[in-house]
T-cell receptor, first 110, second 113 residues
Framework: AQRVTQPEKLLSVFKGAPVELKCNYSYSGSPELFWYVQYSRQRLQLLLR??SRESIKGFTADLNKGETSFHLKKPFAQEEDSAMYYCALVGSSNTGKLIFGQGTTLQVKP | NAGVTQTPKFQVLKTGQSMTLQCAQD?????MSWYRQDPGMGLRLIHYSVGAGITDQGEVPNGYNVSRSTTEDFPLRLLSAAPSQTSVYFCASRRGQGSYEQYFGPGTRLTVT
């Protein structure tokens, strides 16, 4: 079964501290993985995807197939990073299904 | 482009009532989806469509119906509202196969009493 697990409901850090939002997935093939973000009073939007291997707003995420993980990291958190973060998985390019995790609220304190 | 639009923004229903949540996109996207967002549960897929005339069930389809008669519109029908359907509903679209950036609507906050 396709599943995405984000074990932390809330992650609270101080400004300038490193951040790691955890994401684990369950999928038997080669997954496509993404991080979406929802800032307060805004729509969900794509933050980054694993195939592009890019850094957006200082965030990076590496796919670890051995650990079936796709953790989101940032070395120095900023207050504006406070938001809800969702990890998402596309299991098959033919189905159109994008499966999301439970979400983690990141709170960056001044 | 307006992107993905949803109406209404807020709705209160009594148990047993029916209603339709509207979703439209003007980006000529093939794929459209409906999600519900609940605290601690994240985003759960209700129904999705890979093109006009084609729909399929997601994780939590019970109590909801969809149809896709045009590329632009993907309404979600609640047949007989229940308090368990109190949630925030998001519609989303993406271009199609091989394109995975999903564009979300602003959401509809539904309360069933």
């Amino acid at each position: 079964a396709q599943r995405v697990t984000q074990p932390e409901k809330l992650l609270s850090v101080f400004k300038g501290a490193p951040v790691e939002l955890k994401c684990n997935y369950s999928y038997s093939g080669s997954p496509e993985l993404f991080w979406y973000v929802q800032y307060s009073r805004q729509r969900l939007q794509l933050l980054l995807r694993h195939i592009s291997r890019e850094s957006i707003k200082g965030f990076t995420a590496d796919l670890n197939k051995g650990e079936t993980s796709f953790h989101l990291k940032k070395p120095f958190a900023q207050e504006e990073d406070s938001a809800m973060y969702y990890c998402a998985l596309v299991g098959s390019s033919n189905t159109g299904k994008l499966i999301f995790g439970q979400g983690t609220t990141l709170q960056v304190k001044p | 482009n307006a992107g993905v639009t949803q109406t209404p923004k807020f709705q209160v229903l009594k148990t047993g009532q029916s209603m339709t949540l509207q979703c439209a996109q003007d980006m000529n996207h093939e794929y459209m989806s409906w999600y519900r967002q609940d605290p601690g549960m994240g985003l759960r897929l209700i129904h999705y469509s890979v093109g006009a005339g084609i729909t399929d069930q997601g994780e939590v389809p019970n109590g909801y119906n969809v149809s896709r008669s045009t590329t632009e519109d993907f309404p979600l029908r609640l047949l007989s509202a229940a308090p368990s359907q109190t949630s925030v509903y998001f519609c989303a679209s993406r271009r199609g196969q091989g394109s995975y950036e999903q564009y979300f609507g602003p959401g509809t906050r539904l309360t069933v009493t």
